[in-house]
């Protein structure tokens, strides 16, 4: 199975702050990289599909980046309900994956 | 804009079956997308279970396969997972979902069915 790594675990930070949360895939996933958030006993949310395509519906302050094994997810501006876990998914190969997610909370 | 519910049983024994069912409101599962189920236990990260086409055609996570049966009634507009022999370790919050009509990634979710395996 592709193991799917992110960094950091948990990470504080501030309203307006510029946040970047990277993944990592144990092989090469082309773009086939998928962002979900989630607040606490909520289903995921899609954000972001095929690396860096944005969800219908969701904020033009997502966006992610990224190919191959390295792809980040960055917030330009954070907003209150922002403040979720955050969780990559991969669907290059099968069984997909997801990362153990990040936490972001309010400093 | 398409509703997915779980329901089921939200305990059930050890060596036991949980049978969960997802029912789609607003959308047609005749009508195409595949449909799935995920599932997240305590503090772990989610974990994808398998998906189904409207024609019955399936793709299971290899770690269940032995277990697991996931079957679609289009008569209903529903979809079904079956997980045998269950023990604490599938204890969960289980998700069923959409996946998109782009690629292998869910766009669509249920709110999430917790089930606990405990005598």
């Known amino acids: 199975d592709i193991q799917m790594t992110q960094s950091p675990s948990t990470l504080s930070a501030s309203v307006g702050d510029r946040v970047t949360i990277t993944c990592r895939a144990s092989?090469?996933?082309?773009?086939?990289l998928a962002w979900y958030q989630q607040r606490p006993g909520k289903a995921p949310r899609l954000l972001i599909y095929?690396?860096?395509s944005l969800q219908s519906g969701v904020p033009s302050r997502f966006s992610g980046s990224g190919s191959g094994t390295e792809f980040s997810l960055t917030i330009s501006s954070l907003q209150p309900e922002d403040f979720a876990t955050y969780s990559c998914?991969?669907?290059?190969?099968?069984?997909?994956?997801f990362g153990q997610g990040t936490k972001v909370e309010i400093k | 804009q398409v509703q997915l519910q779980e329901s089921g049983p939200g305990l059930v024994k050890p060596s036991e079956t949980l049978s969960l069912t997802c029912i789609v409101s607003d959308y047609s599962i005749s009508s195409g997308y595949y449909w799935g189920w995920v599932r997240q236990p305590p503090g772990k990260r989610l974990e994808w279970i398998g998906r189904i086409y409207h024609d019955g055609n399936t793709y299971y996570n290899p770690s269940l396969k032995s277990r697991l049966t996931i079957s679609v009634d289009t008569s209903k507009n529903q979809f079904s997972l079956k997980l045998t022999s269950v023990t604490a370790t599938d204890t969960a919050v289980y998700y069923c979902?959409?996946?998109?009509?782009?690629?292998?990634?869910?766009?669509?979710w249920g709110q999430g069915a917790l089930v606990t395996v405990s005598s």
């Open positions: 979902a959409r996946l998109s009509g782009y690629g292998e990634f869910f766009d669509f």
């Open positions: 998914q991969q669907y290059n190969m099968y069984p997909w994956t």
């Open positions: 095929e690396a860096s």
């Open positions: 092989q090469g996933i082309h773009r086939w």
